[in-house]
């Protein structure tokens, strides 16, 4: 959760967001787009649901099969993981954007865990069918989310840069968070772009991100890049610790694309301690 939101929020608005997040991750689109009633009203059903999924499971295996020790931990683990990222996500405060909603999935996952825990035999018939309906109202809002959010300012941006860096025969390179994952899923991980931060670096200098692991920034031989972007949170100009870059190519939408003769992962800096809210 270390990645959460720059701004504090009030207990009460962290779970107003855990109640719409929940009922968008739901309905399939992951990221705060309701639908619109009356699938609004199914999904935010649904979304309530998830939360419950685990602990309402590990109280009907506690009733009928309280014998079972291994599936009594494996119950409680799950519904120990969802209160410990709802209480998170409250005392710390990430609620406010949409986007914060992310953090809530893992819920997704212990719900999908726990759910064929969650009835005894005579209830199958009837857990297939909320299963049903659950899926159905998720593939029904995916299929609604607009196609615009795919393919718009930034999803273009994205291919422009990607366009670039094949052109100069890359394949290795780095950029800020929300940048580097998406030109490497776009690739097809042909070109693979490790995410970088200035916010808690040292000064003048870029760091690997903290959330990432060390063995993508151990320095290889060859060329590699720096994507920066004025509006870029975490990597906004190329710092002078990297010397001079081989080319320095522009490209339309405001990013700019720097070419290095060699792995600069080793000019990188050192993560400074920091309180600062990290740069997604």
Known sequence: ?????????????????????????ASGTMYGHEP???????????????????????????????HDAARTAYLTFWAAADALVVVAFVVLGYGGPPLMGHYLVPCL????????????????????????VAVLASAVGVLTVPAGIYGGADAQVTARILSVIRAQGLSRGYAGYWLSHPITWRSDETV??????QTRCDAGRICPYELASATWYQPVAGRTFLVVTPNDACVRIPPPSLGAPLRTIPVTGGATVLVFGHDIAADFGHERPSWDAPCP
């Open 109 to 132: 996952f212990s719900a999908v865990a726990t759910f064929p825990l969650l009835f005894t035999v005579r209830f199958r018939t009837a857990a297939g069918a909320i299963a049903a």
């Open 192 to 197: 693979h772009v490790y995410p970088v931060q």
């Open 1 to 25: 959760l270390a990645g959460g939101s720059t701004t504090v929020n009030t207990p009460a608005s962290s779970i107003n967001s855990i109640i719409h997040a929940l009922s968008a991750i």
């Open 36 to 66: 619109a009633p009356p699938l609004g009203v199914i999904t935010a059903v649904a979304g309530a649901a998830i939360l419950l999924t685990a602990p309402m499971a590990l109280l009907v295996n506690l009733r009928y099969r309280a």
